[in-house]
């Protein structure tokens, strides 16, 4: 289905104000901890569970999305997410109890879940190969901006209004995009019914085995066997995951597109990109509350620089790519991650804000050349019937790299060991660095 340039314009614009605000509910409720603690007097690790459980239902729904975006129509399908969505806010709004709470939140997760690797499949589709590097720059600005922005929203809101405010802001700001989506989202894509595979749904629960592990990870005390059987079961069920797409006529993702040049550099390159935008986002109001003294708010704007020019510099980055190519482009997004995480190193111990921001907008800066050049350059390998599989196979791939990155960075700190997670982190993108050079670079190579 062809879309006019307008027309092309209102879907996107409605489709990355919808993942926006979504994305926002994902990074949000740190700042908000302290509140449902004392709100329903429990203790950190279980309130963390908002989180927790979001990133773990969300990761295991991901792979439904190619399955989903060829048995049903993109529009009701996107309007359908929304209203999940919706129900599973105005649930926790109204929320007596935590447990009540946690079957909202893990609604919206479900939702996010599966939009996630939808709504970029369906972006890279209608758009031609020579501007998909400026239209993914923009849905990066949304990604990174709604990471970034997250904690800020939430922290000025508690400053003024109850914890409920921020889930009503996230309401609203939803039904007005439910009522634009009727009007401008389109069902570009043709409908190819397959079987549904209920038993690969079944081994992809290794994933959530696998997310909890990591996580569990800064916490393991020796003589807890629990974990361990956890992790050797989730891998099993991993194994036969991998073993059934691989060899499943109709399978319920496509990992055999792995092989395919350059696309496995893509899921490698945006997840190495993105461990460091979310650890920059996590370490960062630590480093400044910890060791330079500040509150939360002032920690939280802190962060503001570096996400205002991660968003400026997004779109910037697509157009770069597009017109000079996606080697070049991404190897300069990995120079700044080095660069940035170099100076934060160095810096470490001069306890100097103004250098510790600057230090971070240079990382920031680097995840807008590196992550969604990265996932283009991947995508642009890929037959447009592929996309769907590619970008569910890159979310839920950078899903478990970030939480991995979370525990890394968590483990290194310990109590207060900023440099060596400063460290840590330029050591793996110089490794990203040496995998920038594999690319082949020939912008419009796709698959046969």
Do not use: C
């Amino acid at each position: 289905m062809e879309l006019t340039n307008k027309q092309r314009w209102w879907f996107t614009a409605t489709l990355l104000v919808g993942t926006f605000t979504m994305s926002i509910s994902q990074s949000s409720l740190s700042t908000a901890y302290p509140t449902f603690m004392k709100y329903f007097n429990l203790p950190a690790s279980t309130v963390a569970w908002l989180t927790t459980g979001f990133m773990l239902v969300m990761s295991v729904v991901m792979p439904l999305s190619p399955w989903l975006m060829n048995n049903f129509k993109f529009k009701p399908l996107y309007l359908t997410l929304l209203a999940i969505f919706g129900v599973g806010t105005i649930i926790i709004i109204f929320a007596p109890n935590f447990p009540i709470m946690m079957i909202g939140r893990l609604m919206e997760a479900v939702s996010v879940g599966i939009l996630f690797p939808s709504y970029q499949s369906i972006i890279l589709e209608i758009t031609p190969q020579e501007h998909r590097g400026a239209i993914m720059g923009t849905v990066g600005l949304v990604m990174g901006s709604a990471l970034a922005v997250g904690p800020i929203i939430s922290g000025v809101v508690l400053q003024v209004l109850n914890w409920q405010a921020i889930f009503g802001l996230f309401l609203v700001v939803l039904v007005v995009v439910f009522l634009l989506a009727a009007r401008t989202i389109v069902s570009p894509r043709e409908i190819k019914r397959t079987k549904f595979d209920f038993l690969s749904v079944f081994y992809s629960l290794g994933i959530i085995g696998l997310l909890y592990f990591i996580n569990e990870l800064k916490q393991l005390q020796t003589g807890n066997y629990i974990n361990w059987i956890i992790l050797t079961i989730s891998l099993v069920l991993l194994v036969l995951f991998v073993t059934r797409q691989l060899s499943s006529k109709e399978p319920l993702l496509r990992l055999d597109i792995l092989k395919i040049t350059n696309f496995d550099l893509g899921v490698a390159l945006t997840s190495l990109s993105y461990m460091s935008l979310i650890t920059v986002t996590i370490i960062m109001p630590l480093y400044y509350q910890q060791v330079l003294g500040m509150t939360p708010l002032w920690s939280g704007l802190s962060l503001v620089p570096a996400a205002a020019l991660l968003s400026w510099l997004n779109r910037r980055s697509g157009k770069m790519a597009d017109r000079v190519g996606f080697k070049p482009t991404i190897m300069i997004g990995f120079g700044l991650f080095i660069a940035g995480w170099l100076l934060l190193l160095v810096t470490s111990n001069w306890h100097n804000v103004w250098i510790a921001i600057v230090g971070s907008m240079v990382v920031e800066a680097g995840n807008a050349f590196a992550m969604m050049p990265a996932t283009t350059l991947g995508a642009n390998s890929l037959t447009d019937d592929l996309i769907p599989h590619g970008s569910s196979i890159i979310a839920t791939i950078r899903q478990i790299m970030g939480s991995t990155a979370v525990v890394i960075a968590t483990v290194i700190l310990g109590d207060g060991n900023f440099a060596g997670v400063f460290l840590t982190f330029m050591t793996l993108e110089i490794f990203a660095m040496v995998l920038v050079f594999i690319i082949k670079d020939k912008r419009h190579m796709v698959a046969k």
